[in-house]
Protein backbone atom coordinates (compact mmCIF):
# COMPACT_ATOMS: atom_id res chain seq x y z
CA UNK A 1 0.00 0.00 0.00
CA UNK A 2 3.08 2.37 0.83
CA UNK A 3 4.93 2.51 -2.22
CA UNK A 4 6.09 5.98 -1.55
CA UNK A 5 10.29 5.23 -2.31
CA UNK A 6 11.13 8.27 0.86
CA UNK A 7 8.63 6.80 3.13
CA UNK A 8 9.15 3.02 2.55
CA UNK A 9 13.22 3.79 3.31
CA UNK A 10 12.14 6.22 6.34
CA UNK A 11 9.74 3.53 7.49
CA UNK A 12 12.47 0.17 6.96
CA UNK A 13 14.65 2.62 9.09
CA UNK A 14 12.29 2.87 11.97
CA UNK A 15 11.72 -0.57 12.23
CA UNK A 16 15.60 -1.30 12.39
CA UNK A 17 16.00 1.33 15.19
CA UNK A 18 12.78 0.33 17.11
CA UNK A 19 11.64 -3.40 16.01
CA UNK A 20 8.57 -4.01 13.38
CA UNK A 21 6.22 -4.86 16.17
CA UNK A 22 4.71 -1.89 18.22
CA UNK A 23 1.48 -1.33 19.89
CA UNK A 24 -0.69 1.57 19.70
CA UNK A 25 -3.72 2.85 21.89
CA UNK A 26 -7.03 1.79 20.21
CA UNK A 27 -7.80 5.08 19.75
CA UNK A 28 -4.32 6.70 18.77
CA UNK A 29 -4.08 8.96 15.85
CA UNK A 30 -1.98 6.24 14.06
CA UNK A 31 -4.66 3.94 13.77
CA UNK A 32 -7.24 6.95 12.77
CA UNK A 33 -4.33 7.46 9.90
CA UNK A 34 -3.99 3.56 8.91
CA UNK A 35 -7.83 3.68 8.62
CA UNK A 36 -7.93 6.51 6.60
CA UNK A 37 -5.18 4.73 3.91
CA UNK A 38 -7.34 1.65 4.01
CA UNK A 39 -10.03 3.52 3.18
CA UNK A 40 -8.58 4.55 0.01
CA UNK A 41 -6.99 0.96 -0.71
CA UNK A 42 -10.09 -0.43 -0.99
CA UNK A 43 -12.23 2.25 -2.65
CA UNK A 44 -9.54 2.92 -6.04
CA UNK A 45 -12.02 4.56 -7.78
CA UNK A 46 -12.77 7.62 -5.76
CA UNK A 47 -8.91 8.20 -5.54
CA UNK A 48 -7.23 11.61 -5.61
CA UNK A 49 -3.59 11.58 -6.02
CA UNK A 50 -3.12 14.76 -3.92
CA UNK A 51 -5.89 13.63 -1.02
CA UNK A 52 -4.06 9.85 -1.33
CA UNK A 53 -0.59 11.51 -0.78
CA UNK A 54 -1.95 13.72 2.17
CA UNK A 55 -3.55 10.55 3.68
CA UNK A 56 0.02 8.74 2.99
CA UNK A 57 1.88 11.62 4.74
CA UNK A 58 -0.42 11.81 7.63
CA UNK A 59 0.05 8.18 8.57
CA UNK A 60 3.79 8.92 8.34
CA UNK A 61 3.91 11.55 10.68
CA UNK A 62 1.76 9.59 13.29
CA UNK A 63 4.25 6.82 12.97
CA UNK A 64 7.12 8.89 13.43
CA UNK A 65 5.58 10.38 16.84
CA UNK A 66 4.71 7.07 17.78
CA UNK A 67 8.43 5.89 16.94
CA UNK A 68 10.09 8.71 18.62
CA UNK A 69 8.42 8.06 21.46
CA UNK A 70 9.17 4.30 21.74
CA UNK A 71 12.52 5.34 20.91
CA UNK A 72 12.98 7.94 24.34
CA UNK A 73 11.35 5.48 26.61
CA UNK A 74 13.85 3.01 25.40
CA UNK A 75 16.45 5.67 25.90
CA UNK A 76 15.27 6.43 29.03
CA UNK A 77 15.17 2.60 30.29
CA UNK A 78 18.69 2.13 29.19
CA UNK A 79 20.16 5.08 31.08
CA UNK A 80 18.37 4.03 33.85
CA UNK A 81 19.45 0.83 34.23
CA UNK A 82 22.71 1.83 33.25
CA UNK A 83 22.83 4.11 36.55
CA UNK A 84 21.84 1.15 38.58
CA UNK A 85 24.42 -0.80 37.53
CA UNK A 86 26.95 1.19 37.79
CA UNK A 87 26.32 2.09 41.17
CA UNK A 88 25.42 -1.75 42.44
CA UNK A 89 28.58 -1.76 41.02
CA UNK A 90 30.47 0.74 42.54
CA UNK A 91 29.06 -0.67 45.80
CA UNK A 92 29.35 -4.33 45.01
CA UNK A 93 30.84 -5.85 48.09
CA UNK A 94 28.33 -4.16 50.09
CA UNK A 95 24.60 -5.03 50.01
CA UNK A 96 23.41 -1.94 48.20
CA UNK A 97 18.91 -1.91 48.92
CA UNK A 98 16.49 -0.03 46.93
CA UNK A 99 16.24 2.87 49.37
CA UNK A 100 19.79 3.96 49.05
CA UNK A 101 19.50 4.14 45.13
CA UNK A 102 16.01 5.61 45.63
CA UNK A 103 17.93 8.43 47.72
CA UNK A 104 21.00 8.35 45.07
CA UNK A 105 18.10 9.21 42.69
CA UNK A 106 16.31 11.52 44.92
CA UNK A 107 13.13 9.57 45.29
CA UNK A 108 11.26 8.33 47.54
CA UNK A 109 11.61 4.11 47.67
CA UNK A 110 7.82 3.71 46.62
CA UNK A 111 8.42 6.55 44.02
CA UNK A 112 11.53 4.81 42.59
CA UNK A 113 10.25 1.37 42.53
CA UNK A 114 7.27 2.15 40.78
CA UNK A 115 9.48 4.56 38.06
CA UNK A 116 11.85 1.54 37.57
CA UNK A 117 9.42 -0.94 36.95
CA UNK A 118 7.48 1.13 34.71
CA UNK A 119 10.72 2.26 32.77
CA UNK A 120 12.13 -1.05 32.75
CA UNK A 121 9.74 -3.74 33.18
CA UNK A 122 11.09 -5.43 36.42
CA UNK A 123 12.10 -4.34 39.93
CA UNK A 124 14.94 -2.91 41.10
CA UNK A 125 15.47 -5.30 43.37
CA UNK A 126 15.36 -8.12 40.75
CA UNK A 127 18.11 -5.99 38.62
CA UNK A 128 20.30 -5.76 41.65
CA UNK A 129 20.30 -9.43 41.71
CA UNK A 130 20.61 -9.70 38.53
CA UNK A 131 24.18 -7.43 38.75
CA UNK A 132 25.25 -9.78 41.97
CA UNK A 133 24.65 -12.51 39.98
CA UNK A 134 26.21 -11.45 36.83
CA UNK A 135 29.53 -10.16 38.38
CA UNK A 136 29.54 -13.63 40.59
CA UNK A 137 29.42 -16.03 37.92
CA UNK A 138 32.05 -13.52 36.39
CA UNK A 139 33.88 -14.67 38.91
CA UNK A 140 33.61 -18.57 38.99
CA UNK A 141 34.80 -18.80 35.78
CA UNK A 142 37.72 -16.54 36.27
CA UNK A 143 39.27 -17.03 39.54
CA UNK A 144 39.38 -20.30 41.85
CA UNK A 145 37.96 -17.88 44.71
CA UNK A 146 35.82 -20.27 46.94
CA UNK A 147 31.66 -19.46 46.98
CA UNK A 148 32.09 -18.16 50.15
CA UNK A 149 34.25 -15.18 49.03
CA UNK A 150 32.70 -15.00 46.03
CA UNK A 151 29.68 -14.51 47.93
CA UNK A 152 31.40 -11.50 50.03
CA UNK A 153 32.50 -9.87 47.03
CA UNK A 154 29.10 -9.63 45.22
CA UNK A 155 27.35 -8.36 48.42
CA UNK A 156 25.56 -11.36 49.46
CA UNK A 157 25.01 -11.67 53.02
CA UNK A 158 26.35 -15.40 53.02
CA UNK A 159 27.48 -18.02 51.37
CA UNK A 160 24.44 -19.64 51.98
CA UNK A 161 22.04 -17.36 50.63
CA UNK A 162 24.40 -16.74 47.54
CA UNK A 163 23.63 -20.58 46.96
CA UNK A 164 20.06 -20.21 47.36
CA UNK A 165 19.66 -17.69 45.10
CA UNK A 166 22.10 -18.79 42.31
CA UNK A 167 20.28 -22.26 42.34
CA UNK A 168 16.82 -20.67 41.76
CA UNK A 169 18.04 -18.45 38.87
CA UNK A 170 20.64 -21.05 36.83
CA UNK A 171 18.93 -24.65 38.27
CA UNK A 172 22.00 -25.61 40.01
CA UNK A 173 24.44 -25.17 42.35
CA UNK A 174 27.56 -22.39 41.67
CA UNK A 175 30.02 -25.30 42.26
CA UNK A 176 28.48 -27.81 39.89
CA UNK A 177 28.30 -24.84 37.17
CA UNK A 178 31.70 -23.42 38.08
CA UNK A 179 33.08 -27.25 37.30
CA UNK A 180 30.47 -27.73 33.87
CA UNK A 181 31.87 -24.62 32.44
CA UNK A 182 35.61 -25.12 33.01
Known sequence: M???PY?????????KECGPVFSADEYSPLLQRALDLFTFAC???MQDAIAREQALFAFFWEYERL????????DAAERLLDSVRNYVLSSLQRPVS???IARHKGMSRSHFSHYFKQTTG???????????LEEATRLLLQTNDSIATIAQATGFA???HFCKV???RFHLSPGLFRRQMR
Do not use: C, D, G, W
Not at 7 to 15: D, E, K, T
Not at 122 to 132: D, K, M
Open 166 to 168: FRQ
Open 67 to 74: MRSKNRSI
Open 122 to 132: FTPIQFIQRIR
Open 43 to 45: QPS
Open 2 to 4: IQH
Open 98 to 100: VEE
Open 7 to 15: LVSRIAQRQ
Open 158 to 160: NAN
